[in-house]
């Protein structure tokens, strides 16, 4: 079945550090991938939707500049989280949709990051 | 606007006694719909997903859901509830070409008692 790695699972650093959040599908191109974030307790909220070859859509709210998205292949996306404050800590979850024409497909999920800023 | 609705937060099960895990959409076209679940401080799994055809969806570990359009329903059951089954189910509702990002309901997390 289709795989989606997201490393790391689990990321602890000081205030202001800059974070970097890999997302890659393994065995399926992925011309899609989405990034959310998710709340102690609380259901996923979309980020933003990421394009292989362009630019991401952000959803209302969140910060552009704050979360810089790359997707720079057909397996791989990048979450950086620039200058991360106490307020970022969280868990993120990226999920790919498969390259294939026509049809429908569920969306893949990675493992998440658990990422917590001191 | 889209949204889904999971009206209970927490549900808790004697183990082998049956579950139904309820579940409504607002989706302004033909909705696709899923069901995950999360286990703590782990990614989403795919438990089932409609897209179109028979309404009621076979899933994996036992699971089944029942697509209602007249009732905007998308209900999870499982005939006999193992502890292992115990973790946050999310209901989700997405459309189009299913390119499309997909709006989660809040979550029920599942108990099992022995």
């Known amino acids: 079945g289709a795989v989606v790695s997201q490393h790391p699972s689990r990321v602890i650093c000081k205030s202001g550090t800059s974070v970097k959040i890999e997302c890659r599908s393994l065995?399926?191109?992925?011309?899609?991938m989405f990034w959310y974030r998710q709340f102690p307790k609380q259901s996923l909220m979309l980020m933003a939707t990421?394009?292989?070859?362009?630019?991401?859509?952000?959803e209302q709210g969140v910060e552009k500049d704050k979360f810089l998205i790359n997707h720079a292949s057909l397996t791989l996306s990048t979450l950086t989280v620039t200058s991360a404050h106490p307020e970022d800590s969280s868990f993120y979850i990226c999920?790919?949709?498969?390259?294939?024409?026509?049809?429908?497909?569920?969306?893949?999920f990675g493992d998440g990051t658990r990422l917590s800023i001191l | 606007a889209q949204s889904v609705t999971q009206p209970d937060i927490h549900i808790t099960v004697s183990e082998g006694a049956s579950l139904e895990l309820r579940c409504n959409y607002s989706y302004g076209a033909t909705p696709y719909l899923f069901w995950y679940v999360q286990s703590p401080g782990q990614g989403l799994q795919l438990l089932l997903k409609y897209f179109s055809g028979d309404t009621l969806v076979q899933g994996i570990k036992g699971f089944e859901a029942e697509f209602k359009r007249s009732q905007s329903s998308f209900n999870l059951r499982k005939p006999s509830v193992h502890w292992s089954d115990a973790a946050e189910y999310f209901c989700a509702v997405g459309g189009g070409s299913g390119n499309t990002p997909l709006v989660f309901g809040k979550g029920t997390r599942l108990s099992v008692i022995a």
């Open positions: 990421s394009n292989e070859g362009s630019k991401a859509t952000y």
């Open positions: 999920s790919a949709l498969a390259r294939i024409k026509g049809g429908n497909q569920p969306q893949h």
């Open positions: 065995d399926f191109q992925a011309t899609t």
